[in-house]
């Protein structure tokens, strides 16, 4: 019999020494730079696209939430944890992005997994893009339902997926835009396919939100489409952490009664709140912001193209340079780092094998000189 002193030491062992090993490092940032024991670097691998977490107005906002409201929510928001901070967000959020309703988790990983486990059942489909997030398709297999996986981006695929259903309720299920490649689904012709055999869209629109379409109203609304089901996170251009989900009256109630982590979670504190309204006024206001980081990804592009690694296709803050193997991809990162350049590798099984890539971020609040710098410490490096 297998003990868990044992289990635990063949795991690490396994693992020890190699490229997928993972640890942590204490660090400070404020978005465009990155302070460690080591030193200071340029931060490419930040998901403040916007650059609003370290915003004065919304570092104010948290302050005075926290003044009114104290530090914490103190309980689930089904029994004392749904504040008016709260409720003024929600419709906030419902109103900005054409919705009856939007309904608070604490993250956007709570949110995926807290619907997909509320709504499906035993007879029924999910069709997954293969690339999906994590918590997606976690909590996919993780239900009673079938998933199926559709190839990247394929709506052929998706079609032949959807045509081998079954009986119950489909759930076709993808990214606005993804998290490791960077670019966007093809939403209008994916929802055509969902409407034509009568099946749900969900769409996790994380790395979109606040970024695409009118006001930062996202990947959805860029694409004129808008699925029964809409996640929105808070942690890659609002700056700060939670997450939202987006859906019609009868679909919150039934939400509210059946998703778990919604139940049995302590809601987000409500200065936190507070700040989020902040921060979702500075988004619709931030169209400079957006020109400004459109232009920074042109850039990079642009002056990218003589690198012996390629981009790949992604107009968006997210330009990963596949490099494919797991060692020369740890090592590019570390060059990199002694070039005072944070830039982290990317390694099977959060990527697909023999897909190793530098996930390399451009926010609003980079240079043109720091992207100078990012690119000659790439030439430097051997890319």
Known sequence: MMNWPDFLSRRLAERQGTSLW?????????GRLLSTADGQYLNFSSNDYLGLSQHPQIIAAWQQGARQYGVGSSGSGHVTGYTAAHHTLEQQLAEWLGYSH????????AANQGVIAALMEREDSIIADRLSHASLLEAAMHSP????????????????????????????????????????????AIAQQARSTASWLMVDDAHGIGIHGDEGRGSCWMQNIKPEILVITFGKAFGLS????LCDKHTAEYLLQYARHLIYSTSMPPAQ???????LRQIRAGEALRQRLRSHI????????????????????????????????????HRLRQKKVWVNAMLPPTVPPDSARLRITLTANHTQYDIDTLLEALHGSGC
Do not use: W
């Open 102 to 109: 939007a309904l608070l988790f604490i993250s956007g990983y």
């Open 298 to 333: 042109r850039y990079f592009r642009r002056e990218a193209q003589h690198l012996p690694f390629a981009l790949m296709n992604s107009e968006t803050a997210i330009q990963p340079l596949m490099v494919g193997d797991n060692e020369r991809c740890s090592a590019l990162s």
């Open 22 to 30: 993972r640890h942590r490092q204490v660090c400070h940032s404020d």
């Open 273 to 279: 709140a507070v700040a989020l309204s902040a921060a």
């Open 145 to 188: 339902a079938q998933l199926r996986r559709f190839l990247h981006n394929d709506v052929g695929s998706l079609r032949q997926q959807l045509a081998k259903a079954g009986n119950g309720k489909t759930l076709v299920v993808t990214e606005g835009v993804f998290s490791m490649d960077g670019d966007s689904a093809p939403l209008e």
């Open 242 to 245: 939670g997450a939202a989900v």
